[in-house]
Antibody, heavy 119, light 112 residues
Framework: QVQLQESGPGLVKASETLSLTCTVS??????????WTWIRQPPGKALEWIGY???????NYNPSLKSRVTISLDTSKNRFSLNLSSVSTADTAVYYC???????????WGQGALVTVSS | QSVLTQPPSVSAAPGQNVSISCSGG????????VFWYQQFPGTAPKLIIY???ERPSGIPDRFFGSKSGSSATLGITGLQTGDEAEYYC?????????????FGGGTKLTVL
């Protein structure tokens, strides 16, 4: 059974870079059947898709965040990472990682990591 | 403003049936699979419907999904107090060259 776990700093200063890692267990990120995905949810608000990375290294980002987002893959450690640069308080959210199939079905999800951006 | 439109809230009594709508357009729901996620406070979303109307193992058949044109619906029969949660629809949107995943704004289900 595949499980995902987010990790990283819970507090980031405005204008700096938010960095999170998602460690995958019970499955391999080196899979041609899945997209490794990041989603976020500001407090009290809806889900927002950030982007995904494929095992080949191909990425796809939400146009609204594209200029600030980088998602990378570390197959040796079976994990993938999110970098979001030049953050502001509007980036305060719970950040989730998830596995998506080729039709973008998101399952399973990690438990989520709250990241607060301080001004 | 979410790409997909859901009612902010619905409510019904235990044992009753309820439906939650999700309205989209020609670049998303009309041509792609719809997924539904259930989220309890303080926890991660959980997939309950995929490919418009399929249930993952372990999801009771009280939950069902349907799609018609550019709209989708999540139905829940025989409501239980444990169904009280936030529900999100999601799909792929092909309106930009590379596409993107879009979600609805969420619907809070209250079981009275």
């Amino acid at each position: 059974q595949v499980q995902l776990q987010e990790s990283g700093p819970g507090l980031v200063k405005a204008s700096e870079t938010l960095s999170l890692t998602c460690t995958v267990s019970g499955g391999s990120v080196n899979s041609n059947n899945h997209y490794w995905t990041w989603i976020r949810q500001p407090p009290g608000k809806a889900l927002e898709w950030i982007g995904y990375i494929y095992y080949s290294g191909t990425t796809n980002y939400n146009p609204s965040l594209k200029s600030r987002v980088t998602i990378s893959l570390d197959t040796s450690k079976n994990r993938f990472s999110l970098n979001l640069s030049s953050v502001s308080t509007a980036d305060t959210a719970v950040y989730y990682c998830a596995r998506a199939n080729l039709y973008l079905k998101l399952d399973p999800w990690g438990q989520g990591a709250l990241v607060t951006v301080s001004s | 403003q979410s790409v997909l439109t859901q009612p902010p809230s619905v409510s019904a009594a235990p044992g009753q049936n309820v439906s939650i709508s999700c309205s989209g357009g020609s670049s998303n729901i009309a041509i792609n699979y719809v997924f539904w996620y259930q989220q309890f406070p303080g926890t991660a979303p959980k997939l309950i419907i995929y490919d418009n109307n399929e249930r993952p193992s372990g999801i009771p058949d009280r939950f069902f999904g349907s799609k018609s044109g550019s709209s989708a619906t999540l139905g829940i029969t025989g409501l239980q107090t444990g169904d009280e949660a936030e529900y999100y629809c999601g799909t792929w949107d092909s309106s930009v060259s590379a596409g993107l995943v879009v979600f609805g704004g969420g619907t809070k289900l209250t079981v009275l």
